[in-house]
């Protein structure tokens, strides 16, 4: 999908480049994809020059749950601009209070301990100090291929191409391999561990689901040790799944739960880190010791109380199962028309991976899902996955045209792709 920009798009174009980010800039010229945002609603997002529009089969991983400017969340947001503002850190807050009840009231057991922050990774870092200051240990164990943000802490519990070009791994900070028991059992044995952070479904290494015993041997080993078990839920959480929390699918009760991205509802940025109420009162004699100056934002509290309101709700949930199944229906269509090509899909719910032949596929079908409008990433830490993750509302009639145009695009992939593979065998 091609056009050409007019002087305003290439004068936005010159400065993103000059101000913002030049790779970026000559990564998506290269491929001819110069999409600039401009309007958006729904599932649907356009060119600034109004000649091209995708549907939104990504999300942002989640932060789109409820697709662009869904307008009861900007009622709420014009609602809430009445009366208050960003609010004050220091002070107690109604705003923030009103939503960590309902938080709590969504969470099982005694997880009913909120601190809010304004990212996934500021959410992470919390986690991790909170696990070291009560268990009064260090270490952190992580999933091999898991990702968990790019700040500080949460850098060190991602995989090596993150963190190479900032330095080394931080001390204290271990990764054992996906599904591997006995690796995590040694980790935890070897070096006394505070805890071990999990995403509930590794959506950056390929929409890996892992099984059930796999999850709960996790949390039996953790309660064997001492060991909390951070649950991330920024992508899984609120309804991703068919389920408010993927968590609810293996039968366990995490230590913290970690919220981001969808909780904005794709409007003010807010996250949560959810706490056992034992593991929150490390903060009971030293109320001060973390803060967020806009954590938990009055304004972002309003928004995100909206998002959950409509996440909770039984029809909505309902709604996203039944996507779910049609899409399974139509994507298994289509992995039987390309077998060679198309190879494996992987889901629970709405999240969804769609496997292809290679490392190259992945690249090749984001490419050609673009120049068939629509908007799908590649799994960074698996580049074989495509990760097809559309808006929770998706108005069900708009399946056929996507699945259409996915057709067309694997079609159009799986002769690139072999270019593509032959190119990268070559250059390693």
Known sequence: MKNNPTPEKKRILALFSEHVSKGKARFFQKYHMNFVMGSREDAVIRDIDSTLQLINLHCNGGVFNLGHRNPEIIGELKAALEDTDIGNHHLMSRYRAELAEK??????????????????????????????????????????????????????????NYIKPFGSRLPGFIQVPFEDIAALQQAIQSDAAAAVIVETVQATAGIRIPSKAYLQMVRKICDQNGVLLIMDEIQTGLGRTGKLWAFE????????????????????????????????????????????????????????????????????????????????????????????????????????????KNQSAGPALTKAAYDHGLLIVFANNDPSVCQFLPPLTLKTDMIPDIISRLDASLNSARKWSTVLELKRKLII
């Open 249 to 356: 699918y293996f039968d366990i009760i995490p230590d913290m739960v970690v919220l981001g991205k969808g909780l904005s509802g794709g409007i003010y940025p807010i996250s949560a880190t959810v706490l056992r109420k034992p593991v929150g009162a490390v903060f009971d004699s030293h109320p001060f010791s973390h803060i967020s100056t806009f954590g938990g934002s009055e304004l972002g509290c309003r928004v995100a109380g909206k998002v959950l309101d409509i996440s909770t709700s039984p029809e909505f949930l309902r709604h996203v199962r039944d996507l779910g199944d049609r899409f399974r229906t139509e994507l298994n269509r289509l992995c039987q028309k390309y077998p060679r090509f198309f190879v494996e899909i992987r889901q629970l719910g709405l999240m969804i991976g769609l496997k292809l």
């Open 103 to 160: 938080i709590a009231n969504t969470m099982p057991g005694d997880l009913n301990i909120t601190i809010f922050g304004v990212s996934g990774g500021e959410a992470v870092d919390l986690a991790i100090k909170t696990a070291r200051a009560y268990t009064s240990r260090k270490s952190i164990i992580s999933i091999t291929g898991g990702y968990h943000g790019h700040t500080g802490l949460a850098l060190s519990t991602g995989d090596p």
